[in-house]
């Protein structure tokens, strides 16, 4: 199914090829940021992610049983178009439901049902009813969000989103002199989550012995969570996120 070389209809006049690195983009197809696996031209600095690289041309999804997305290369319409799963608004290629109106990115369509390294498992829900670890509000408008199998673990797809949009300029580019200096970088994405590094290590204060394991199950969990909405489940950032959980 991995092509090293494919033609792309939105960059006719250049083959793409297969490229991996844990160096976040922005593809130029959804206009969102990706990690990981990536079609890239190297001639234009043109990048897409895999799902908008080779998308389905229809799509139905669990949450919308009644629905049936096309793939669009653009948003249709005049009215600004938000996703459905992460809230975020979509001005690239989307899936689209025509009966409804749903809008979903094409990574957000794709969010695997079921995050699974054989430890940790965490869950795709349409709606949770507990508080996110990262904005502390409950059932935050239409958001999705994943969930521990103990339950107590909850983030919203719509706050991983803005935690990254918030750091990562921060930690790719805002250190040009000491790109390599990596402990500065992770000190300053730190500093950057207060509220998500409290709750990770405050959450479960009052069950002593249950509460280590069920943190560093968090902190993992956020490092497959932050790849599976970037667009590539498998990559694991273990050097930017794994270090600040780890502490
Ligand atoms: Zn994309
Ligand atoms: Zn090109
Ligand atoms: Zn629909
Ligand atoms: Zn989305
Ligand atoms: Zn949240």
Not at 229 to 246: E, F, N, Q, R
Request: net charge positive; with cysteine.
């Amino acid at each position: 199914m991995k092509c090293n070389e494919i033609s792309h209809f939105s960059h006719p006049q250049h083959k793409l090829s297969y490229e991996y690195s844990e160096f976040p983009f922005k593809c130029d197809g959804c206009k969102e940021v990706g990690i990981g696996s990536r079609y890239k031209c190297t001639n234009c600095d043109y990048d897409l992610h895999m799902h908008c690289a080779i998308p389905s041309p229809s799509i139905t999804h669990p949450f919308y049983t009644k629905c049936s997305f096309q793939f669009l290369s653009r948003p249709p319409g005049n009215v600004p178009r938000y996703c459905n799963a992460c809230e975020k608004d979509i001005t690239g290629f989307l899936y689209h439901c025509r009966s409804c109106g749903f809008d979903l990115h094409p990574c957000c369509a794709k969010l695997p049902m079921v995050l699974d390294d054989g430890d940790v498992k965490l869950y795709l829900y349409r709606k949770v009813s507990a508080s996110c670890h990262r904005c502390g509000r409950k059932g935050r408008n239409k958001s999705w969000s994943y969930r521990s199998t103990c339950k107590k673990y909850n983030l919203h797809v719509a706050c991983v989103k803005e935690m990254l949009v918030d750091s990562w300029h921060e930690i790719y580019f805002g250190h040009d002199n000491n790109y390599n200096n990596s402990n500065t970088n992770y000190r300053k994405l730190e500093n950057r989550i207060p509220s998500l590094k409290g709750t990770l290590q405050t959450h479960h204060k009052k069950s002593k012995g249950k509460a280590q394991k069920c943190c560093e199950v968090a902190g993992l969990a956020l490092q497959f969570i932050i790849s599976a909405v970037l667009g590539d489940p498998t990559t694991l950032i273990a050097g930017v996120v794994g270090s600040l959980m780890s502490k």
